[in-house]
């Protein structure tokens, strides 16, 4: 197990490790930066987790499923006040797709 602290840099650099110790496959949680050219040696053996890329076997969260049941959740309790919290939407892994979610859950509540 690596931690890349997000820095695609240091993602580059433990592939790197990993090829040299001949490891014979990677889950990576993937996150905005990563260049997919750096992972292209690694196309048949890796499993993208949180990320989807072209060509790439990948494992994504269901943020529109999982928001939408949240917010009638907390509707259906009495709640109406109801606020997103979140990153910014330049990650698109979190920020990006959560907060599209949350919007149309919002309206479709109210």
């Not at 820095?7 to 650099?13: D, I």
């Not at 996150?31 to 990320?51: K, N, Q, S, Y």
């Not at 920020?95 to 599209?100: C, P, Q, V």
């Amino acid at each position: 197990m690596m931690e890349s602290q997000f820095s695609p840099a240091l993602v580059e650099e433990h592939l790197g490790m990993l090829a040299r110790r001949n490891i014979d496959g990677v889950v990576l949680f993937g996150f905005t930066g990563i260049d997919e050219a750096m992972l292209a040696p690694w196309r048949d053996t890796l499993v993208l987790m949180a990320r989807d890329a072209p060509g790439f076997a990948s494992v994504c969260y269901d943020d529109e499923g999982a928001i939408t049941l949240l917010m009638q959740r907390l509707y259906d309790r009495g709640h109406r006040h109801i606020s997103f919290l979140g990153v910014p939407h330049s990650d698109v892994t979190t920020g990006e797709r959560r907060h599209l979610a949350y919007s149309p859950s919002v309206k479709s509540i109210v």
